[in-house]
């Protein structure tokens, strides 16, 4: 008889069944944001910067990977506004990414820079690594990186502002700060998350600090709080929350224009509309899946439910960030851009 072995039970089943090694996350890649050159002759008090070496994370859940077309149009639009929206200014970046935006503000002469996003260290290690190649380590300490989670509590945000630049606060002691410290918050690209509105509403509200100042209060107050009235009456179009099915028709109509805020030949505002002035909520976006457009614009009827006054400000065409997607590509390659302010009685 022939001898057993222990061996010879063992059918091999260790390497039918073995995982089959992973591959490899994708390097991460580096693009080039190049500050528009017609941008630094116009505004000669402007800071002296020409481009911004943005490094993305190769692959990532929460789509880090992708410079996105609102991120570049928002960029353009903080340049382009820098003396009202970044300069002295204490800034916030929910979502970040490459943080694109929240280099531009500080490049532009932000106080203070707060650059967010999910609490994961590749996401916050590439953030800091663009901050380290593009950021003067002469300002370098104004700008803070940090993993926050959209919704919870903003205390940590807010002890990374100056205190000695608030009004009634001393840098000394550890007290709580019970009320928003930020001038500008800059949401890119994010309202596509519907599940989260309320959330980054929360966080808004929370962080974005009153207003102090009579010129802080929009000109536009009371005309935007109408919802039935569109908020410009210059023959451009506008977006408002109920109308979506006017945005889908008007966009399939190519009645896009790009807002004269971007256009670097034109002072902003010499056409008679508000001007831009902090505290104040950036809100760019595109429609990436335009069958969900009223979910996305669903974002700011909330946000008027809960006491914000929305503007649109922009609309301006790019290429498509998926040509190959599914959806109408005039939508999905058009950026808008909304600017959203808290009604609240003047401080003089």
Known sequence: MAEYTENEDDLGLDNVFEEPPRPPTPPPTVTTYHRQAARLNFYSSAPEWSSIDLQLVGHHVLWAQHLWNAAIVLADFLDLNSSELCQDKAVLELGAGGALPSLVAALCGAHQVVITDYPDAPLLDNITRNVDHNIPLTIRSKVKNLGYVWGTDPEKLFRCVDRTRLAGESSEGDHAIEQGVFDVIILSDLI?????????L???E?????A??????AQSEMKSADPKKLPHEDGRPSITAPCVNDVIAGLRQRRIHS????DPKKLPHEDGRPSITA???????SHHRPQYAARDLDFFSRAKDRGWICEQ???TKTKAMFPDDPGDEEIRSTVHGWVLRRQ???VL
């Open 192 to 200: 596509f998350n519907h599940s989260q509105h309320s959330a980054l």
């Open 202 to 204: 929360d966080t808004c």
């Open 206 to 210: 929370a962080a974005l600090r009153p």
């Open 212 to 217: 102090r100042r009579q010129g802080e209060v």
């Open 259 to 262: 807002n004269p805020i971007l």
């Open 279 to 285: 505290p104040c909520v950036l809100v760019f976006f």
């Open 313 to 315: 400000v922009v609309q």
């Open 344 to 346: 609240a009685s003047v």
